[in-house]
């Protein structure tokens, strides 16, 4: 991006500047071989009477399985759009998703979404909450008790677990939605700012909560946020995105062990080479 030097900028701050990448993290290929899904020249267009948005255009991307992707970008470039269309919630307008060679024509058993909102059944218990999508695949009534008490209690929630919604703090009714969506033991959890409306503190607890979760499993994970500490922290990889119509800016593969140091030389250098990138996406057309 062309910038004017500015007259006021000390000379150790010059933006152009590139600041290399620390030891463990390492530039990630965006297509290979053995990948579980591939996002292949993906277009999506929203179109109004009197308008058109693009708001993704030839994206592509293959992820693998079992690993935690986040997907990084200033608000409105498109991470939304993208994760409804893996769901198969909505079609995308030209390019193609492929999901264990599959193409991805609507929803399936095969991935859960965990929402921003919650999106829970405030009508229904928490325990009859995680057990929905049991109920809708046509598991027994035992069995299904079984599995979502299995999970509520991997979330910490099972004393809860015939409390109301509206009993729950913030916290633990986005323990209720990710308890929902992995009991059905979707191959792919689409997770889209899954932790933005949290506070800070009970987002950090729900961190180590989820990877504590799916340590156990070889779910893929792909995690859309807003936050660069929190995708440090979490991923296997991070793509960022540049704004609208999103492209990927770049690709990292974070070979960092779990658990992670917020407070590290290399964390905090991590996230501000990445919070720089992004600034630079957060120009005015
Ligand atoms: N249903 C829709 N109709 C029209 N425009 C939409 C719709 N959904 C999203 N958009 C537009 O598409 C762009 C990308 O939106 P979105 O994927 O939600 O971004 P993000 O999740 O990255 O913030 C934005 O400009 C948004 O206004
Ligand atoms: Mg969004």
Redesign the pocket.
Known sequence: MDSMPSLNMPIDEEEDIEMPLPEGIVHSPLSFEDAQISIVNLSKS?R?DDSE?V?IQDFTLDIKKGELISII??????????LRMIAGLMPPTSGKILIDGRECTGPGPDRGMVFQDFALFPWRSVIQNVEFSLEVAGVPKEERRQRAERYLDAVGLLEFKDHRIHELSGGMKQRVGIARALVNKPDVVLM?EPFGALDAQTRNIMQVELLKVLAKTDQTIIF?THSVDEAVFLSDRIVILTK?P?KIKEALEIQWPHPRDRASADFTYLRKRILKQLEKENVLD
Do not use: L, M, N
């Open positions: 929203y109004t948005t708001a970008g200033p608000s409105g470039c498109g991470k939304t759009t993208v889209d859309v609208r999103a």
